[in-house]
């Protein structure tokens, strides 16, 4: 009877081994060994990413590269929180879609690699403490602390510079010491190309765009309330638009930003002003040497005049071309 129950606890106890060692693991698919998000979705090899509008493509294998990172919890399957997806089944995260590239970067190659006089340091390493990378935190501030002994370096010498140009002013052949303006935008990498320079480097063109129309009051009234512009493009070298627009440039949509050199047709400005855009200009020594227009979109396109608004109508787009030389 004894022998008996000693099998009977030893093939109990044998079951209990096997039915442990065949549990299934919550966050792998045992048919595919697939990961799985808390929903028992599967995590594809290949992932699209919708962050913050801007689309990406990557491998899972890199968003878990840091397991213990915001981006490693979610695509491993720990989150207690599934991700959400847009539309179009991408994953969503609501973040800067822009700098996402540095961070995507710094998963593909574990180390942080940055435009010149890349201007969103803060910014990037707000994003890396979000998504939980110590180690690119601590790039970042290596980086910021390089930048921040280059840029005390230039205000000594330019500071320097400055004071031996006043002292000697009356030697000057009829020049002009360009004052230092404070609200010259941290942006601006021209030397000595500052508002009313007629210098070489900061010679050039800058086109203002818009698509307006006007407003109407309801009911489609045929008095003309007031102008409406959908937004003012800036195009032109990079430099120039940072020196002339300052803080009210947009530079959201422009995917490579910082190198100051380049040219750029994506920058907008933050304000609907067309007039304020002319006198910074101005200001900046520019004047209007082009533009250009279409005519109003007069005909009704659509054939059904329920369907065509008073404003569809006035549609139009305008241009305009500035220029600032030292023959000006």
Partial sequence: MGLEEDRSKSSASHNGSESESAAPNPNKDETTGETLDIAGTQFPSVVELNVGGQVYTTALSTLTRENTSLLGIIFSGKSKTP???????????????????????????????????????????????????????????????????????????????????????????????????????????????????????????????????????????????????????????????????KETLNESRDPDRGQGDRYTSRFFLKHNFLEQAFDMLQQGGFTMSASCATAANGMNQSGNPEQESEENRWLHYNEFIFQRSGSN
Avoid: W
Wanted: net charge positive; with cysteine.
């Fill in 83 to 245: 991700p959400l997806r847009d539309t179009r089944g991408r994953y969503f995260l609501d973040r800067d879609g822009h700098l996402f590239r540095f961070i995507l970067d710094y998963l593909r190659n574990t180390k942080l690699v940055l435009p010149e006089e890349f201007p969103e340091k803060d910014r990037l390493q707000v994003e890396a403490d979000y998504y939980r990378l110590p180690g690119l935190v601590e790039s970042i501030r290596r980086a910021r602390g390089g930048g921040a002994n280059r840029e005390k370096d230039q205000s000594t010498g330019g500071a320097q510079s400055r004071g031996g140009t006043q002292q000697h002013e009356a030697s000057n052949k009829g020049g002009k010491v360009a004052g230092n303006n404070s609200n010259q935008s941290m942006y601006d990498t021209n030397q000595g190309g500052g508002v009313g320079s007629t210098g070489d480097s900061s010679d050039g063109f800058i086109t203002l765009g818009y698509r307006g129309t006007f407003a109407f009051g309801r009911d489609g009234m045929a008095d003309v309330q007031f102008r409406k512009l959908m937004r003012i493009i800036v195009c032109g070298k990079v430099s120039l638009c940072r020196e002339v627009f």
